[in-house]
């Protein structure tokens, strides 16, 4: 039994908290947690936590339908739980709590930091035609390829040596060469015909260095077209990562324990300390004794961003590994179901393992799980830590190749939804997190847990 402690709950996954309970050998602290008939959440700690270690356990996933007025249904989602989650943390400080610790099983918005920049491919440049142009350095010869063979990632964006402010125009006239010819007499001409110069270097309209645009940067069609927005990149998107971080600070929190963050380096966000925990060692220990001939499976990344999640857990168990690339080069970032994929490894006549943090829709590891299945697998396993599911996320996955789909019990798996869902088996991963709590409250180490 751990002393001096307090576990409060919150709506999203009640379930989760009883079982953290038993093992701390501690009864949940009673609070008043609902809505005003206006929408406005109320919250009032019943329990005293002056001086205790108060831990607030609020997951996030899609809440139950609840009626609505006139009859329509309304779903209670993170938003709502993130708003009961800071006004318990600061009830607790305000009552003058030695510590708040929020549990967050899975964090939210942890996936939106990566939104605006998500790759869709490099857009080819349309002009030149991909030849090659000699410049001299240092009086030798050198080779370079003209824009056409390069991306805009890989162009310099700033001017670099013998590399022109301006490649050259919009039909492909070398811009050097043609202001070099132009000084020694000759004329402005290219492939399309004489240009007509719209400016003289030295105003009089004549008799100077003609120059083919404005001698400002900002004037310059060429400098406007290239701050276009390029393709994967959304503008003005918000990232919400941070602020989510910043408004559990201001709230009150004083420590962060979460599960599997999809990106690690999230926790550079906060100013507190965030303890990290990971269901590894339950994935193994599932495969281990749940999947027969377990050491001829192969361990499969969906995606490439999983990869050293998947490779970790492969290396471990001493298993072969997998990836499976999703290519958007030829689509837009909004046309996310139409990207190809394409498998880097051999699968054939061999178990699969499908390894990620998080499915929402079940769109990526049912496209997977196909994808397999046509290059031989015998059978299929997607083994996740988060189990969102949202939308048709379950008749997708009834409708799929999956054999078997394993998640964690850090989202609220409730019994229509597991019978809803024959393929589904759920891991219990409320003694980690009960072991994480005792540890943080007695000042011991966190990392042995997983060594």
Known sequence: MVRNIAVISGNSHPSFVDSLCIRLGVAPSRRVLNKFSSGETRCE???SVRGKDVYIVQSFGVGPETSGTGGSCVITGPNDYFIELCIMISACKT???HRVTAVLPLFPYSRQPDLPYAKAGAPLSARGTGSQRSVGVGGAAASVSSVGDYTFESVPATPATNIPR????EDGTDLEKAMAKRK???????????????LTLNGSGGGGGVFPFTTHDYENPLWIASMKPRAGYKQWVAQAGSLVADLLTCAGADRVLTCDLHESAYQGFFDIPVDNLYARPLLKQYIQHQIENYKDAVIVSPDAGGAKRATAIADSLGLAFA????????TKITDRQKATMM???SVANRVCILV???ADTCNTITRAAKLLKREGATAVYALLTHGVLS?????RINASALDRVIVTNTVDQDKDRRAACPKLEVLDVSSMFAEAIRRVHHGESISVLFQ
Not at 184 to 198: E, Q, V
Request: hydrophobic share 30%; proline share 7%.
């Open 45 to 47: 700690i019943e329990d």
């Open 95 to 97: 009552g003058s709590a």
């Open 166 to 169: 301006t490649e050259g125009l």
């Open 184 to 198: 020694a007499g000759g004329t402005l001409t290219s492939g399309s015909g004489t240009h007509t110069p719209p």
């Open 323 to 330: 990836l499976i690339h999703k290519e958007r080069r030829p």
């Open 343 to 345: 498998l880097v490894g």
């Open 356 to 358: 990620d943090d998080l």
């Open 391 to 395: 939308g048709d996320a379950i008749a």
